[in-house]
T-cell receptor
Framework: DADVTQTPRNRITKTGKRIMLECSQTKGHDRMYWYRQDPGLGLRLIYYSFDVKDINKGEISDGYSVSRQAQAKFSLSLESAIPNQTALYFC????????????FGPGTRLTVL | TQLLEQSPQFLSIQEGENLTVYCNSSSVFSSLQWYRQEPGEGPVLLVTVVTGGEVKKLKRLTFQFGDARKDSSLHITAAQPGDTGLYLCAGYFGNEKLTFGTGTRLTIIP
């Protein structure tokens, strides 16, 4: 079984709809991250969390919110989706050590019409 | 916001050729990582470099960290079709967040 799972894998929605993307991990890591990937722009950090009570904004948090329901679960919400939020979304986890490897989920492809 | 520039953005070469991909920043990295991403999957770590001037080898892949810790390179010897993918550099700039480069999309033609 995969260590980091994301649901759904693909989603098509309409402008103005609320969308939740979910991430679960079995690696026992405290640190979790949400990234967005667009062609030619690499991965950009949306939000990150170092433990259940810790939530931090990343580079592009506007229009997004997150919830860390448990050590193993980190959800990303788009309260009112807009077309320029069409992208590939990745969840990642990392351990406590410095310069840690980040382990990525398989991604969610979101299309906002 | 720190920026990482990767070059080239796209590279298509014949099997058996050598290639080098570059990652540059105007700021000093605490450490730098290289990831490879295949279609439909998330990035997977290839290597972490920490010390200026450090060189690491992973089979046919050689990673170098610049002396000033502002740049890095990935050299592939005798490229094979299995090397095809998106190569991403990512740097820590003294904090806990990774900043990713824009990526190099590599295609190896059999």
């Amino acid at each position: 079984d995969a260590d980091v799972t994301q649901t759904p894998r693909n989603r098509i929605t309409k402008t103005g709809k609320r969308i939740m993307l979910e991430c679960s991990q079995t690696k026992g890591h405290d640190r979790m991250y949400w990234y967005r990937q667009d062609p030619g722009l690499g991965l950009r950090l949306i939000y990150y969390s170092f433990d259940v009570k810790d939530i931090n904004k990343g580079e592009i948090s506007d229009g997004y919110s997150v919830s860390r329901q448990a050590q193993a679960k980190f959800s990303l919400s788009l309260e009112s989706a807009i077309p320029n939020q069409t992208a590939l979304y990745f969840c990642a986890t990392a351990g406590q050590k410095s310069y840690n490897e980040q382990f990525f989920g398989p991604g969610t492809r979101l299309t906002v019409l | 916001t720190q920026l990482l520039e990767q070059s080239p953005q796209f590279l298509s070469i014949q099997e058996g050729e050598n290639l080098t991909v570059y990652c540059n920043s105007s700021s000093v990295f605490s450490s730098l990582q290289w990831y490879r991403q295949e279609p439909g999957e998330g990035p997977v770590l290839l290597v972490t470099v920490v010390t200026g001037g450090e060189v690491k080898k992973l089979k046919r892949l050689t990673f170098q960290f610049g002396d000033a810790r502002k740049d890095s390179s990935l050299h592939i010897t005798a490229a094979q079709p299995g090397d095809t993918g998106l190569y991403l550099c990512a740097g820590y700039f003294g904090n806990e967040k990774l900043t990713f480069g824009t990526g190099t999309r590599l295609t190896i033609i059999p």
